[in-house]
């Protein structure tokens, strides 16, 4: 692939330094990271260069844009707790969805025309068999999820009227572990993913945890999710971006392992993984948690032929305690 020039928003983050790093390791593009260190940490990034500026700030954004022509855009910059965007809405749909499009519109100005978008499957309306395809029903159950579908709804009328402007959308599952030196990871002081919570225990930093809810119609009464390593989903954006690049059309995938797991599978892999106790008691079930919430992921297998590498729930856990011991 050529050499591209990659602004890459929010590449401090959990996610996004993954990506960073990846692209670092794997090819030669030019990269600049925008990132205000709002839930990042500037050790993180890696590669390219880092500046610090809320995305928010147009004049510096559009400064930025109009000097270093950039071929394509990786957005990872958002908000991203579910029960925050209920109490505080309006912060979910300035961050996530008002400065989102003032991003596109001038990645439209200055000829940006490859956009890789992370989206979440938070979008979807619940359905029974709690499995996921991308022309399911759409029906987010949360200010987070809406902003996410907001923006998803937003590079769809783009690029309809402006055709050279091509998306990439990547609705991520349960983004979990961290890299496998333990140098980045996930930061989050408020997160309130399992996985990051059940390492905070493994490595002392919480006594204990709840699982909420063991009443739900599952194999062990607690609520299934599909836990992807983040190092696999680096490698699909990776995959992702050269497919927009070979084909100029935009498209949206799931991306996940096809394949749920209990809180207390979980539970019991980080058990394993930590040759340790993982204190945890039952407390009620949280409002607004399906039972089963879990990819397919054909569409993304066959057409970018992404094969994940790390579907393993102990190496997910062992990964992320280890990221956590050291943070
Ligand atoms: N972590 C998950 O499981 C998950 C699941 C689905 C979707 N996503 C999406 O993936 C993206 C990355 O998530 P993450 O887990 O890496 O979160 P994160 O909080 O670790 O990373 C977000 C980064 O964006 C930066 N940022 C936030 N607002 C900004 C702004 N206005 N200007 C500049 N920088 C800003 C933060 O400082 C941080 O470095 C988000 O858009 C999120 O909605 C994450």
Redesign the pocket.
């Given at each position: 692939m050529q050499k591209l020039k990659i602004l890459i928003?929010?590449?401090?983050?959990?996610?996004?330094?993954h990506v960073l790093r990846l692209l670092g390791d794997t090819t030669n593009h030019e990269i600049v990271v925008?990132?205000?260190?709002?839930?990042?940490?500037e050790e993180?990034i890696l590669y390219g260069r880092h500046e610090n500026?809320?995305?928010?700030d147009i004049e510096r954004l559009e400064e930025l844009l109009k000097n270093e022509k950039f071929d394509a855009c990786f957005?990872?910059?958002?908000?991203?707790i579910v029960p925050e965007s209920v109490s505080d809405p309006i912060k979910y749909y300035k961050?996530?969805t008002v400065?989102t499009l003032c991003l596109i519109e001038l990645c439209l100005k200055y000829n940006v025309n490859k956009f890789v978008f992370?989206?979440?499957?938070?979008v979807y309306a619940q359905n029974d068999s709690g499995i996921y395809k991308e022309d399911d029903l759409i029906k987010p159950g949360n200010p987070?999820g809406k902003t996410?579908y907001m923006t998803e709804w937003m590079l769809e009328d783009i690029s309809n009227a402006y055709p050279d402007f091509n998306y990439l959308i990547l609705?991520?599952?349960?983004?979990?572990g961290a890299s496998l030196d333990g140098v980045i990871g996930?930061?989050?002081k408020t997160s309130t993913?399992l996985v990051k919570i059940a390492s905070e225990v493994a490595v002392g930093k919480r006594d204990k945890m709840y699982i909420y809810g063991e009443d739900y119609k599952t194999k062990d009464g607690t609520c299934i999710r599909d836990y992807i390593h983040v190092l696999d989903l680096a490698d699909a954006h990776i995959k992702g971006l050269e497919y927009l690049f070979q084909k100029n059309e935009s498209v949206v995938f799931n991306v996940g392992y096809n394949q749920g797991y209990s809180v207390h599978e979980v539970l019991n892999a980080m058990r394993q993984a930590m040759e340790h106790e993982i204190p945890a008691s039952i407390s009620s079930r949280r409002p607004g948690d399906d039972a089963v919430l879990v990819a397919n992921c054909d569409k993304i297998k066959s057409k970018l032929n992404w094969q994940p590498k790390y579907n393993d729930i102990k190496l997910i856990c062992k990964t992320a305690a280890n990221w956590e011991s050291k943070l």
């Open positions: 928003t929010g590449g401090a983050g959990y996610i996004g330094s925008v990132d205000n260190l709002e839930t990042g940490r993180s500026f809320d995305i928010g957005h990872f910059a958002g908000s991203i961050n996530n400065k992370s989206s979440t499957a938070a987070y996410k609705r991520y599952f349960n983004v979990a996930q930061a989050g993913h």
